[in-house]
T-cell receptor, first 114, second 112 residues
Framework: NAGVTQTPKFQVLKTGQSMTLQCAQD?????MYWYRQDPGMGLRLIYY???????DKGEVPNGYNVSRLNKREFSLRLESAAPSQTSVYFC?????????????FGPGTRLTVL | AQSVTQPDIHITVSEGASLELRCNYS??????LFWYVQSPGQGLQLLLK??????LVQGIKGFEAEFKRSQSSFNLRKPSVHWSDAAEYFC??????????FGTGTRLQVFP
């Protein structure tokens, strides 16, 4: 099992460009999450999908969109990238969207917006 | 509102020394508490979790944590640190909206 995989690992964008971050899990989990990690701020939830067919906003959703493509895949799209979106992005999954369920994290995507 | 505070941004210890990383939480009910570790360039991995019962919980890699309700704390400990323990450590609380609230992290540096 690969667990949670993310592509790409690194990306540099110019302001205004768009891109999609891909995430896939092979653990048959129902719930998936996108976080961003910034120095001194821990992890902040951008969007999540409690189950296939549903998505909801997290703490910092502005400037992002998500798609739960199927049970395995959850993508994050930046329509018009801004320097404030320079960050490390983590995808995670859990069996159910319940606060006591362990979340499993991917290796992250390091995004720089110039 | 639920919150997690990790007061130490950066800690340095010598290999073989004991370690304690602090975590304080704010939560109205019985909290569900987690410690995650992030090795350089990696995602987060669960070290241990507390839901109820015994207030001293054991985790992977020789780590343990003690839940103290009176102090609203869930400190992480290890009796003897190894160089491979150098990483960033995050405390988190499971909120009543079913989301994880993370602390800002503590970076551990280990000297030989």
């Amino acid at each position: 099992n690969a667990g949670v995989t993310q592509t790409p690992k690194f990306q540099v964008l110019k302001t205004g460009q768009s891109m999609t971050l891909q995430c896939a899990q092979d653990m048959n989990h129902n719930s998936m999450y996108w976080y961003r990690q910034d120095p001194g701020m821990g992890l902040r939830l951008i969007y999540y999908s409690a189950s296939e067919g549903t998505t909801d906003k997290g703490e910092v959703p502005n400037g992002y969109n998500v798609s739960r493509l199927n049970k395995r895949e959850f993508s994050l799209r930046l329509e018009s990238a801004a320097p404030s979106q320079t960050s490390v992005y983590f995808c995670a999954s859990s069996e159910q969207h319940l606060f006591y369920n362990e979340q499993f994290f991917g290796p992250g995507t390091r995004l720089t917006v110039l | 509102a639920q919150s997690v505070t990790q007061p130490d941004i950066h800690i340095t210890v010598s290999e073989g020394a004991s370690l304690e990383l602090r975590c304080n939480y704010s939560y109205g009910a019985t909290p569900y508490l987690f410690w995650y570790v992030q090795s350089p360039g990696q995602g987060l991995q669960l070290l241990l979790k507390y839901f109820s019962g015994d207030t001293l919980v054991q985790g992977i890699k020789g780590f343990e944590a003690e839940f103290k309700r009176s102090q609203s704390s869930f400190n992480l400990r290890k009796p003897s640190v190894h160089w491979s323990d150098a990483a960033e450590y995050f405390c988190a609380v499971g909120s009543n909206t079913d989301k994880l609230i993370f602390g800002t992290g503590t970076r551990l540096q280990v000297f030989p």
